[in-house]
């Protein structure tokens, strides 16, 4: 059985930073396309980055230059570096991760991914 595992959410100020990560077992995540999904109360789920298998990255244009998103082939994890971190941030992050060599960053797709994790909260203040 695959499960995906995030840890790393908290509270941090505006200007802040935090990683998020992803442990997988069960499955190898170097072999995935992974995506960081949020979604924040009353709106909805949005991709925030993604790397495939071949280590390409995409973004969306709300965290284009202050997230990266990386994986660490020998624990397994999926990170999200997110730093300059602003209130409209403050969501709930899930990790997802589909077999495919790559895959789109739409919110849309988030149900076709083949593994999600449960989420960890990150509120930022102002």
């Known amino acids: 059985q695959v499960h995906l595992a995030e840890s790393g959410g908290g509270s941090a100020q505006a200007g802040g930073s935090l990683r998020l990560s992803c442990t997988a077992s069960?499955?190898?995540?170097?072999?995935?396309?992974a995506v960081w999904f949020r979604q924040a109360p009353g709106k909805e789920r949005e991709g925030v980055a993604r790397?495939?298998?071949?280590?390409?990255?995409l973004y969306a244009d709300s965290v284009k230059g202050r997230f990266t998103i990386s994986k660490d082939s020998a624990k397994n994890t999926i990170y999200l570096q997110m730093n300059n971190l602003a209130p409209e941030d403050t969501a709930t992050y899930y990790c997802?991760?589909?077999?495919?060599?790559?895959?789109?960053?739409?919110?849309?797709?988030?149900?076709?991914?083949?593994?999600r994790g449960k989420g960890t909260q990150v509120t930022i203040s102002s």
């Open positions: 997802a991760a589909s077999r495919w060599r790559t895959c789109p960053i739409s919110r849309l797709f988030y149900y076709g991914m083949d593994f």
């Open positions: 069960g499955y190898p995540l170097n072999s995935t396309c």
């Open positions: 790397i495939d298998t071949t280590g390409t990255t």
